[in-house]
């Protein structure tokens, strides 16, 4: 059959590219399980399995930006969905759905606990991704809407880091190829982009907000347990994860100083397994 064919064809091409890679940078269970008990030797169990689970998210993270990538990259050269599901070995159905679901109308917020500003970051992420010729809303894309609100607590950080939209913007077309503009058609949200603004929500009830800032979402973006594609671009422009903390931090001492000690975090947690990957 032509089908089962074309099949074997992509099968094999998949196993020679796989078997290309070099198996010491693979993230295995050994290392896995090392990681976890080389830095919570000292503690009880059950703070070694809270330990393995934000490990599990950052692995699992890793993954699904892998494969979107290349959803992306199959939607832009003009795979169908029937042919990509096929690859995934799913249905055309279950392939769109990588994608999580459409993005929200101009007038909507998504997901709820947003406050007007972050409405606003991902109403223009969703313009920056139709205007990059991209089928979905990327962690990439949040970050050119938060510094698109310069007047907002996020893009200030960022401009005090030495941040500009430029810089951001050329290593997210660096990352993410794009295509000819897509001023209409469907627009789908990222499974990380989702964890993210998830992740932002949970932090800002975490500070005693009610809803989620910019500030909630610059600091999901650059969380080590979410090992968000955002952060990796954050930290190329010289702004890593202590550097935010820690600039944010400043910018709250006076007015909520229980808050900024909230935001420095420990050196120890930051490192935490960043070898794992490599």
């Known amino acids: 059959m032509i089908v089962s ?3 074997a064809k992509t099968t094999a091409s998949a196993s020679a590219i796989a078997s290309s890679t070099e198996a010491a940078r693979e993230p295995t269970l050994a290392k896995l399980l ?3 008990e080389a830095e919570r030797a000292d503690v009880s169990l059950l703070e070694r399995l809270s330990a393995a689970v934000e490990l599990a998210e950052q692995v699992r993270g ?3 930006e892998l494969v979107d990538h290349f959803v992306q990259e199959a939607r832009t050269a003009g795979c169908s969905w029937t042919e990509i599901g096929g690859t995934l070995g799913v249905t055309k159905q279950a392939a769109q ?3 999580v679901t459409t993005a929200p109308a101009a007038d909507q917020t998504w997901p709820p606990g947003l406050d007007a500003a972050v409405g606003a970051v991902f109403a223009t992420a969703a313009a920056e991704a139709r205007a990059l010729g991209h089928h979905y809303i990327g962690p990439e ?6 510094l698109a609100q310069p007047e907002e607590m996020a893009a200030r950080a960022l401009q005090a880091l030495g941040v500009t939209p430029e810089a951001v913007r050329a290593r997210v077309v660096a990352r993410l190829p794009p295509a000819a503009p897509r001023p209409g058609g469907s627009l789908g949200v990222a499974p ?3 964890r993210l603004l998830e992740l932002a929500r949970t932090l800002a009830k975490r500070l ?6 910019t500030e909630h979402v610059l600091l999901a973006a650059v969380s080590p347990a979410l090992k968000s594609p955002a952060g990796g671009v954050l930290a190329e422009c010289g702004a890593d994860a202590a550097r935010v903390c820690e600039q944010l931090a400043s910018m709250l001492e006076i007015e909520a100083p229980e808050l900024a000690a909230r935001l420095r975090p420990k050196r120890r ?5 960043a070898s794992v990957h490599s």
Do not use: I, P, Y
């Not at 894309?141 to 938060?146: D, I, M, S, T, V």
């Not at 005693?208 to 800032?213: L, S, T, V």
């Not at 947690?269 to 397994?273: E, K, S, T, V």
């Open 141 to 146: 894309h949040l970050l050119l809407g938060l």
């Open 208 to 213: 005693g907000h009610r809803c989620a800032r």
């Open 34 to 36: 090392r990681a976890v």
């Open 97 to 99: 759905q990588r994608l």
């Open 269 to 273: 947690r930051l490192r935490r397994r």
């Open 62 to 64: 890793t993954a699904d």
């Open 5 to 7: 064919s074309q099949t």
């Open 192 to 194: 990380q982009t989702k």
